[in-house]
């Protein structure tokens, strides 16, 4: 069965600053997707970011980039000039070929002012 | 465009009370749901997911159930609630052409 795993309960970064989330997951799939989800204090689960595993190309959302290592199967999030209304909890997700999703255990994301 | 409604945002119950969550798709057809359970600073856990009408597939034993009485309708249920099914419910809704999921606002529901 496929895991993702997210090592850093908690992470901070200074306002302004760039911070990098880290995603591990395993499988034995070749085509899959990858989402970034952002779960602020209101706990609405916003979609980040996502990547198709068959493009090479890290996908890219204005401040927010992905460091896609398929062969690693790492799947790191970089947040760029960071604001305080990114302070939430991320989570990695893994979608199979057969439309089923896993969870990361999340990373909460505190911005210091 | 697609929207999901899910309601209500809050509730509080007492043990042994009856629940209904109910969620809702629009604009889109033959949508696959899901019901996930969040306890306070933990993470996802998937209860119940459906492909089409009446096709429920529940992923952990528990006091909850699911149904599906129309395509873009998704219902979570309980006859009788325990302390331990509070925590923060979202339904979400997922296809072919929209590859993550979309995730409803949530029920915030406090057993007590």
């Known amino acids: 069965a496929q895991t993702v795993t997210q090592s850093q309960p908690e992470m901070s970064v200074q306002e302004a600053e760039t911070v990098t989330l880290s995603c591990t997951y395993d499988?034995?799939?070749?085509?899959?997707?990858l989402f970034w989800y952002k779960q602020p204090p209101s706990r609405q689960m916003i979609l980040v970011i996502r990547?198709?595993?068959?493009?090479?190309q890290n996908a890219t959302e204005n401040r927010f980039s992905v460091n896609f290592q398929k062969a690693a199967k790492s799947f790191s999030l970089k947040i760029s000039d960071s604001q305080l209304g990114d302070a939430a909890m991320y989570f990695c997700?893994?979608?199979?070929?057969?439309?089923?999703?896993?969870f990361g255990t999340g990373t909460s994301l505190t911005v210091i002012p | 465009s697609q929207t999901i409604h899910q309601w209500p945002a809050t509730l509080v119950q007492p043990v042994g009370s009856p629940l209904s969550l109910e969620c809702t798709v629009e604009?889109?057809?033959?949508?696959?749901l899901y019901w996930y359970r969040q306890a306070a600073g933990r993470g996802l856990q998937l209860l119940f997911y459906?492909?089409?009408?009446?096709?429920i597939s529940s992923e952990v034993p528990q006091n909850l159930s699911a149904s599906r009485p129309q395509d873009r309708q998704f219902i979570l249920s309980s006859k009788k609630l325990l302390l331990s099914d509070s925590g923060f419910y979202l339904c979400?809704?997922?296809?072919?052409?929209?590859?993550?999921?979309?995730f409803g606002s949530g029920t915030r529901l406090t057993v007590v």
């Open positions: 979400a809704w997922s296809s072919t052409a929209n590859y993550g999921y979309t």
């Open positions: 499988t034995s799939e070749s085509d899959y997707y």
């Open positions: 990547q198709e595993a068959y493009k090479q």
């Open positions: 997700a893994y979608r199979s070929a057969s439309n089923q999703f896993y």
């Open positions: 604009g889109t057809s033959n949508p696959n």
């Open positions: 459906s492909v089409g009408i009446g096709q």
